[in-house]
């Protein structure tokens, strides 16, 4: 299976500052038809996953655009450009290239 | 209103079964592949197994295979999920989401309790 490692796992940001999180996959996300299927994930406390960003850097429909996606090939960050509160999650990779579909470890975004 | 609703969690002991279902609406559920996505207590999440538009194509993660089965009934809008022998480590909370491929899931239910525990 392709191992999808974040980093780092918990990131204390201050309100207004950017954040950064970063995911590697041990082999690479170009599939056969070109794309590169790396998505995100948000998943506040108490509640069910959101998808936030889809084939590296499409953000999702309601999704604010201080919320980017970036990389090719294995390596691949999102990047919030200044943190609000309701931005406190878990966030996720996932990659869809190859079977089985999987997860990175999730990254603790909280307020310092 | 497109929504995903989840039931049939609960605490079992290892070795038995239970059935999960996933009560769609609001979308033609016959349209799209449908998965089940879980969680463990404070863990990340795992894909488990989808199925396709018609039933007769299902994947499973590795670690389910021989004792989980997926299916779905078009006619009730319904997904299920079948769970034997059931182990330890299959204690999560078990999402239900519609399956959009490549790019993962959209739409998720909000989840339902199942715990393995003697």
């Known amino acids: 299976d392709v191992v999808m490692t974040q980093s780092p796992l918990s990131l204390p940001v201050t309100l207004g500052q950017p954040a950064s999180i970063s995911c590697r996959s041990s082999q690479s996300l170009v599939y056969s038809d070109g794309n590169t299927y790396l998505n995100w994930f948000q998943q506040r406390p108490g509640q069910s996953p959101r998808r936030l960003i889809y084939?590296?850097?499409n953000r999702d429909s309601g999704v604010p655009d201080r919320f980017s996606g970036s990389g090719s090939g294995t390596y691949f960050t999102l990047k919030i450009s200044r943190v609000e509160a309701e931005d406190v999650a878990v966030y996720y990779c996932m990659q869809g290239t190859h079977w089985p579909h999987t997860f990175g470890q999730g990254t603790k975004l909280e307020i310092k | 209103e497109v929504q995903l609703v989840e039931s049939g969690g609960g605490l079992v002991q290892p070795g038995e079964s239970l059935r999960l279902s996933c009560a769609a609406s609001g979308f033609s559920f016959s349209s799209f592949w449908m998965s089940w996505v879980r969680q463990a207590p404070g863990q990340g999440l795992e894909w488990v197994a989808n199925?396709?538009?018609?039933?007769?194509?299902?994947h499973y993660v590795d670690s389910v295979k021989g004792r989980f089965t997926i299916s779905r009934d078009n006619a009730r809008n319904s997904l299920y999920l079948q769970m034997n022998s059931l182990r330890g480590e299959d204690t999560a909370v078990y999402y239900c989401a519609r399956d959009n491929g490549p790019t993962g899931w959209i739409v998720w239910g909000r989840g339902t309790q199942v715990t393995v525990s003697s």
């Open positions: 199925i396709n538009l018609g039933g007769n194509e299902k």
């Open positions: 084939k590296v850097s």
